[in-house]
């Protein structure tokens, strides 16, 4: 079954390339869109075949969310915490740790399809995912995994193991995290903080990270309190801890935040493999401070670290949050924004090809070129101007609706177990 995309104009994400083509997408994991010189006259269509009029349309790769927590999305409007968080510690104790502690796996696939939901609506088709949900952490990747696939989402799961709650649930994280792997799950390990991961378990998650051939995916630096906590404790700095456990060796690990580092910390990123991921919105949210990306190489990507799932909003935040930090200019934030892309190419991983792709209508009142993208980009491209979806090869979003998921659905189930939680957290 192939799609064809008639008339379209289409982006190279890469070289950004304005080419007036028509297309044919192939389904299928990996598989490059055809330019077709010429629209195929109507005997060579298969009765399968779909066909989509992109005139005035804009064609170009889809988005990816380099760190995301679908655990929170039944956050939003939910019950304030008895007491006001002051600090960035206080903010975990209170509202996100007393929230993942009440999900149960129904909570977490509503969680899932919600967020997925979103994703796509927003242009995004591949999410890497970093999990937590000490009282249901059995399976839970595998449901996250299937509620992602239902809608049509490829993704890099984890599930953020810690000591906070104590041996046994560090236990079940780290059985969690290799039946996952061990299955053919497409993953991290996934740790928390430096703060919340002793020595024993950082040792453990460096060790099955190397069994599997992945990376950790875990939050660096986040506050000033990741690293006081280090220094006490270990005498060392947070990236020297984790470099030291050999975490900087390992090409696919993503250290998420990285504010709060030292000049010789950020050289030891600099001069390692690891990427690093950057969620301004949820660092202006938690007031931990915002950080200069550019000092730290090549390999950054942004996320939205559970947000909200819209990457168009994530890449703007960055830019311009970051104009008053590093300066950040249009084509360097774009790199940014499109780095998850290289970050899934150079480490092997799959779900991420040139056919997935996004249909813009978007209603510019000047021209959009070569030349101009970026300023087109920063300014004006934005979630409403999504209109359609394609995720290997088979359209997801159709005119702005679901293609495989019934949305109303999804939304109806997301509410009653946003319910069954906020009820939870009230008792
Ligand atoms: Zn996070």
Redesign the pocket.
């Known amino acids: 079954m192939s799609l064809y995309l008639k008339n379209a104009t289409f982006i190279d994400w890469e070289t950004l390339e304005f080419r007036k083509t028509h297309l044919r997408v192939d389904a299928g994991k990996g598989n490059a869109p055809v330019f077709l010189k010429a629209w195929p006259a109507p005997e060579q269509f298969l009765a399968a075949d779909q066909m989509l009029d992109c005139s005035g349309k804009l064609v170009t790769k889809s988005f990816g969310c380099g760190?995301?927590?679908i655990y929170s999305t039944l956050a939003r409007g939910m019950p304030a915490p008895a007491q006001t968080p002051t600090n960035f510690s206080e903010v975990l104790q209170y509202v996100w740790w007393r929230l993942d502690k009440a999900l149960d796996l129904e909570m977490i696939e509503a969680s899932a399809l919600a967020a997925a939901l979103f994703c796509v609506k927003n242009g995004v088709s591949f999410v890497i995912d970093?999990h937590a949900s000490p009282h249901a952490v059995e399976e839970t990747l595998s449901v996250i995994n299937r509620a992602f696939e239902k809608v049509g989402l490829s993704s890099l799961l984890c599930y953020?193991i810690s000591d906070r709650d104590g041996e046994e649930i560090r236990e079940k994280g780290l059985a969690e995290t290799e039946r996952f792997l061990q299955s053919g799950g497409q993953g991290h390990v996934g740790l928390h903080a430096s703060f919340t991961v002793g020595r024993e378990l950082l040792k453990q998650a460096v060790n099955l990270a190397r069994k599997y051939h992945t990376g950790i995916h875990v939050?660096t630096a986040?506050d000033p309190v990741d690293q006081e906590h280090c220094l006490k404790n270990y005498d060392q700095r947070v990236v020297e801890r984790f470099a030291e456990a050999g975490v900087l060796d390992l090409p696919k690990s993503i250290l998420?935040?990285c504010i709060h580092l030292s000049e010789a910390e950020k050289q030891l990123v600099r001069d390692s493999r690891v990427w690093v991921?950057q969620?301004t919105e949820?660092n202006q949210n938690n007031n931990v401070g915002l950080a200069d990306y550019g000092v730290l190489g090549q390999r950054v990507m942004l996320?939205t670290?559970?947000m909200h799932s819209d990457m168009l909003r994530s890449a703007q935040a960055a830019f311009f949050a970051g104009r008053a930090v590093e300066h950040t200019d249009w084509g360097g934030l774009y790199r940014r924004f499109r780095n998850i892309h290289r970050y899934i190419r150079e480490n092997g991983f799959s779900g991420d090809g040139e056919n997935n792709l996004v249909i813009l209508d978007y209603d510019s009142p000047t021209e959009i070129n070569a030349d101009n993208f970026l300023g087109h980009f920063i300014y004006g491209w934005n979630a409403r101007h999504i209109e359609s979806v394609i995720a290997n090869g088979e359209l997801i979003v159709e005119n702005r609706k679901p293609s495989r998921v019934d949305e109303n659905e999804i939304l109806t189930f997301a509410r009653e177990m946003g319910n069954k939680l906020w009820r939870k957290l009230k008792a």
């Open positions: 760190h995301h927590h970093h953020e939050h986040e998420s935040h991921a969620n949820s996320g670290d559970g």
